[in-house]
């Protein structure tokens, strides 16, 4: 998938959660593969960075199967968790999970939920959450404005949003392996043990069209977070940035 094919696609949420509900059933083993298991680490220090106080709720976005849900309400047990996506065959994974792990999901009124509806769009009230997180999700986000904004708007102030995500490293050797791993082995292991090369085709495309570390920091200033740093793990490859809604003054998509 080139380029066009990708923002063409990108730029239709509905079509990409179809996408991620046709590889739902080989996404975990895929994501094992990918990162000879790093992923499950990487989450794991984006649920630390998500600092979640007692009675805190926590909103994983684009949770997918769910582990970084399921890891949130592991590490913070007095905190209610959502996850929210838009792929239902990937909830009804992410359910299952919860439930396997015994972290609470045993329905819709448990600690742990998970709820089908856009990032863009979060079904919840103003300041509902101390931390919103994102693990190679915010990528797939047409309109990351937009959705910086709506996910402020569901923060309490002095809360937090964490984005784990896929990034091309700064030029050098980890520049090298992306374009290696994810341009050429990727697909094809996509294509082998997804039985889907287009969509794995499409995650090296949708990384390309997707800003750099600094870009992405600039957008969540520009959407009004602050205290906003970030740090590149697994070779460059992937970036962790960590933003706060400031406890008092700034109003929603602030620029000062
Ligand atoms: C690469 S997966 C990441 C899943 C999970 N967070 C993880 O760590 O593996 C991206 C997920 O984002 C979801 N998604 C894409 N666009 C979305 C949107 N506009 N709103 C909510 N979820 C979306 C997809 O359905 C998919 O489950």
């Known amino acids: 998938m080139d380029h066009d094919e990708a923002a063409r696609l990108r730029s239709e949420p509905l079509r990409v959660a179809a996408m991620f509900g046709r590889i739902a059933a080989r996404y975990d083993l895929m ?3 990918m990162t000879a298991g790093l992923d499950r680490r990487w989450r794991r220090l984006a649920a630390v960075e998500a600092d979640l106080g007692p009675g805190d ?5 684009c949770c997918g ?16 968790v ?5 792929s239902e065959p990937m909830l009804i994974r992410a359910r299952r999970k919860a439930l396997r792990a015994a972290v609470g999901a045993a329905d819709d009124d448990g600690r742990v939920r998970f709820v089908r509806a856009d990032a863009h769009e979060p079904p919840f009230p103003d300041a509902a959450f101390g931390a919103i997180t994102a ?9 990351l404005p937009r959705a ?3 996910l402020w708007r569901v923060t309490r102030p002095g809360g937090r949003l964490v984005c784990l995500e896929i990034t091309t490293p700064p030029a050098g050797p980890g520049r090298r392996f992306h374009a290696f791993w994810f341009d050429r082995c990727v697909p094809l292991l996509g294509r082998l043990i997804a039985g889907d090369g287009a969509a794995y085709s499409y995650l090296p495309a949708s990384v390309r069209a997707f800003p750099d570390a600094a870009g992405l920091a600039g957008l969540l200033h520009e959407a009004g977070w602050r205290s906003i740093r970030f740090r590149r793990l ?3 490859i992937v970036a962790l940035h960590v933003a706060e809604k400031p406890a008092s003054g700034l109003a929603g998509g602030g620029t000062s």
């Open 135 to 143: 693990a190679f999700g915010i990528r797939n986000l047409p309109d």
């Open 148 to 150: 910086f904004s709506a």
């Open 31 to 33: 994501n094992t593969l």
């Open 234 to 236: 697994g070779m460059g």
């Open 65 to 80: 199967t769910g582990d970084l849900t399921i890891e949130l309400a592991r590490m913070y047990p007095h905190s209610a």
């Open 82 to 86: 959502v996850g929210l996506d838009l």
């Open 57 to 61: 709720g926590g909103l994983d976005i």
